[in-house]
């Protein structure tokens, strides 16, 4: 499956994006679907993750209650609406599916990763 991610820009601190990842290639749903951040010297982390069904979805600590997943299987694309955002959220973005048909945090467990579209957060 080939992944695109877009929709990455500058935002003031308190501001709002909305992240888009289009799928194309096999059946986008029976991909588990994660998002990823990769900020500056840092390691990449997980943000967030949603299962096939779009039924359970799970997030990082750091970004509960502002971030919110979702997907839409008929357009195969996956979502990541971004609120209140924070200088510390600024990092380049990545989408990536999973074989498993759960949400998971396991980096290690994505097969297939977008090329990334980076956020700034300024302040």
């Known amino acids: 499956v080939q992944l695109q991610a877009s929709g990455g820009g500058l935002v003031q601190a308190g501001g709002s994006l909305r992240l888009s990842c289009a799928a194309s290639?096999?059946?986008?749903?029976?991909?588990?679907m994660g998002w990823f951040r990769q900020a500056p010297g840092k390691e990449r982390e997980f943000v967030a993750a949603?299962?096939?069904?779009?039924?359970?979805?799970i997030y990082a600590d750091s970004v509960k209650g502002r971030f919110t997943i979702s997907r839409d299987n008929a357009k195969n694309t996956v979502y990541l609406q971004m609120s209140s955002l924070k200088p510390e959220d600024t990092a380049v973005y990545y989408c990536?599916?999973?074989?498993?048909?759960?949400?998971?945090?396991?980096?290690?467990?994505?097969?297939?990763w977008g090329q990334g579209t980076l956020v700034t957060v300024s302040s």
């Open positions: 949603i299962s096939r069904s779009g039924g359970t979805t």
């Open positions: 290639g096999r059946t986008f749903s029976s991909y588990g």
């Open positions: 990536a599916a999973t074989g498993t048909s759960w949400a998971t945090r396991d980096r290690m467990q994505y097969d297939y």
